[in-house]
């Protein structure tokens, strides 16, 4: 594996606002990330290579029940408050909780963030801001 937990958590901590994000994004790409998943009920993503070897973060935070409900109306205006750099990054945890969203997978080759509910459809397919 190329890369290791400790060199995308000190690239993570230079983001401060989801205006920061295309940054971290094309810096964690560098170090030979080619995709990844984040689940909102603890906060763990699991980075992969090329190769599909990976690595996992853990547990972030205390547990979030996903809401059986999806708003995905809600979910969007809150996502958007979040990438405008209105929200940090636990508040838009808990907002995907409330709203059905149970993660997203980031997709680094083809620059798209999919978003998805608890049965695993997908609620809603971003394109990833370039530099």
Same mark, same amino acid.
């Given at each position: 594996? *190329?890369?290791?937990?400790?060199?995308? *958590?000190?690239?993570?901590?230079?983001?401060?606002?989801?205006?920061?994000?295309?940054?971290?994004?094309?810096?964690?790409?560098?170090?030979?990330?080619?995709?990844?998943?984040?689940?909102?009920?603890?906060?763990?993503?699991?980075?992969?290579?090329?190769?599909?070897?990976?690595?996992?973060?853990?547990?972030?935070?205390?547990?979030?029940?996903?809401?059986?409900?999806?708003?995905?109306?809600?979910?969007?205006?809150?996502?958007?408050?979040?990438?405008?750099?209105?929200?940090?990054?636990?508040?838009?945890?808990?907002?995907?909780?409330?709203?059905?969203?149970?993660?997203?997978?980031?997709?680094?080759?083809?620059?798209?963030?999919?978003?998805?509910?608890?049965?695993?459809?997908?609620?809603?397919?971003?394109?990833?801001?370039?530099?």
């Amino acid at each position: 594996m *190329k890369f290791t937990i400790d060199e995308i *958590k000190t690239e993570h901590q230079k983001v401060k606002s989801g205006a920061d994000f295309p940054k971290y994004i094309q810096a964690i790409k560098n170090l030979g990330v080619s995709h990844y998943t984040s689940y909102v009920s603890d906060g763990n993503t699991e980075y992969f290579d090329e190769e599909n070897q990976s690595a996992s973060t853990g547990s972030k935070y205390e547990a979030l029940t996903i809401s059986e409900n999806l708003n995905p109306d809600n979910f969007k205006s809150r996502l958007k408050l979040h990438q405008q750099g209105g929200t940090d990054y636990l508040t838009f945890c808990k907002d995907c909780a409330e709203n059905g969203v149970e993660g997203w997978r980031m997709d680094l080759n083809e620059m798209t963030c999919t978003y998805f509910d608890t049965a695993g459809n997908n609620i809603l397919v971003e394109q990833i801001p370039s530099l």
